[in-house]
Structure formats: structure tokens, C-alpha cells
Nanobody
């Protein structure tokens, strides 16, 4: 069973940046498509970004295009989400998952999440 661990969340001022990490317990993680999602209180989990394997094609939600970048380091077995120009509405718990696409139903494993809070 794949275990995913997110880290890097925190409190940041609007306009600031954060880099989230998603590390996996299995070396085969490097061959997975991975997505980042977020969930704000009282809202459904929503797609943020995804990266495929092996071509590392990326896909982003319209709300984060041009501000967030998803990438992977196969040596470190880690997927990153670089977030910039952060806004209040980016405040949420961010999750990484093993799967494909922009629908959470397409993901089979999730981490425990990391909180991102943007203050204005």
C-alpha cells in the first residue's frame, strides 16, 4: 500500500509563496501519475494540479494557472507544488494523491494533508 506524506504548508501573507512536497514510501511512486487537490472548510475537495508519468505532462485548475507549478524529482521520490502569488482563496488543506485526472474519484491513495493559510 502506498503511503503519501505532504509537507510544507504554513501561514503566509497574500502575495507570498510556499512549496509543498508529497513524498511516498514506495520507490515505484516515480512511475505514478500524481495530483494535488485542496479542501477548504465546508467545501468539496477540488483539483489543483496533476503530473503524469512518464512524460510528466502537467494540468492545472484555471484558478491556479500561472501561479502554481507541479513538478517531480524521481531521485527523491517526491512531487512538489510550488505556489506563488498566493491569495486568500488559496487557503485550504492540500492533499496529494496517486491517480489520474481532475476528479478525486480517480485517485486511490491520499496523504493526510497539509494546511495552507493565506492572510491578507
Amino acid at each position: 500500500q502506498v503511503q503519501l506524506v505532504e509537507s510544507g504548508g504554513g501561514l503566509v501573507q497574500a502575495g507570498g509563496s510556499l512549496r509543498l512536497s508529497c513524498a511516498a514510501s514506495e520507490r515505484t511512486f516515480v512511475r505514478y501519475a500524481v495530483g494535488w487537490f485542496r479542501q477548504a472548510p465546508g467545501k468539496e475537495r477540488e483539483f489543483v494540479a496533476a503530473i503524469t508519468w512518464p512524460d510528466s505532462s502537467t494540468n492545472y485548475a484555471d484558478s491556479v494557472k500561472g501561479r502554481f507549478t507541479i513538478s517531480r524529482n524521481n531521485v527523491k521520490n517526491t512531487v512538489y507544488l510550488q505556489m506563488g502569488s498566493l491569495k486568500d482563496e488559496d487557503t485550504a488543506v492540500y492533499f496529494c494523491g496517486k491517480g489520474l485526472g481532475s476528479d478525486p474519484a480517480g485517485y486511490s491513495y491520499w496523504g493526510q494533508g497539509t494546511q495552507v493559510t493565506v492572510s491578507s
